[in-house]
Nanobody, 121 residues
Framework: QVQLVESGGGLVQAGGSLRLSCAASGRSFSRDTMGWFRQAPGKDREFVAFIGSGGVTDYGDSVKGRFTASRDKPINTAYLQMNNLKPEDTAVYYC???????????????WGQGTQVTVSS
């Protein structure tokens, strides 16, 4: 059974940091792009970041310079380091997998269950 499981979310004060993990199982995702998306209450799902199979990364405008996507292929895990968090970063964060580079969430066909990130002011 293929699974993506996020962890590392929580409550943090503005200016703080969190690192999210996305542990994949069931098959290797080393050739896939690992994407990060988030959804706040009442808002559409938003692209946050991706890291491609070769290490190329891209970020949403609202997180550039603050968030960093990385991956550890041998342990089939992706990470999202989030620094200088702001209250507007509050959302459920999801990781997802897709075999090509994309920031378009409907392209992604494997999704985790999400992890809540809450940033207090």
């Amino acid at each position: 059974q293929v699974q993506l499981v996020e962890s590392g979310g929580g409550l943090v004060q503005a200016g703080g940091s969190l690192r999210l993990s996305c542990a994949a199982s069931g098959r290797s995702f080393s050739r896939d792009t690992m994407g990060w998306f988030r959804q706040a209450p009442g808002k559409d799902r938003e692209f946050v970041a991706f890291i491609g199979s070769g290490g190329v990364t891209d970020y949403g405008d609202s997180v550039k310079g603050r968030f960093t996507a990385s991956r550890d292929k041998p342990i089939n895990t992706a990470y999202l380091q989030m620094n200088n968090l702001k209250p507007e970063d509050t959302a459920v964060y999801y990781c997802a997998a897709y075999p090509k580079i994309s920031s378009y969430s409907p392209n992604y066909y494997y999704w985790g269950q999400g992890t809540q990130v809450t940033v207090s002011s």
